[in-house]
């Protein structure tokens, strides 16, 4: 099976910078669309940027202008650049397949905005 190890959470002040990064240990990567999804204590779990193979990017609107979402193939990897970060940001960042059904999720990444 597919694992998805994510990293680069930490804290913040409001106002900063994360890049999160998702290391997938197959390379079926390559060919499936990725997104970034994050949990905040008390909520449910919420789409916050995907791409597709080919590069196409959407966001939800409340990191629009904010978080820029990437991806290496030959790296397996997807990456969550994170700029003007908000106390609202605060949660586990995960990330998985952009449509079901998922992988496995990992254990996330921490991000916590401090004001």
């Known amino acids: 099976q597919v694992q998805l190890v994510e990293s680069g959470g930490g804290l913040v002040q409001a106002g900063g910078s994360l890049r999160l990064s998702c290391a997938a240990s197959?390379?079926?990567?390559?060919?499936?669309?990725m997104a970034w999804y994050r949990q905040a204590p008390g909520k449910q779990r919420e789409l916050v940027a995907s791409?597709?193979?080919?590069?196409?990017?959407n966001y939800a609107d409340p990191v629009k202008g904010r978080f820029t979402i990437s991806r290496d193939n030959a790296k397996n990897t997807v990456y969550l650049q994170m700029n003007s970060l908000k106390n609202e940001d605060t949660a586990v960042y995960l990330c998985n397949l952009l449509y079901p059904p998922f992988w496995p999720w990992g254990q996330g990444t921490q991000v916590t905005v401090s004001s």
């Open positions: 197959e390379s079926v990567f390559r060919f499936r669309a």
């Open positions: 791409i597709k193979s080919g590069g196409n990017t």
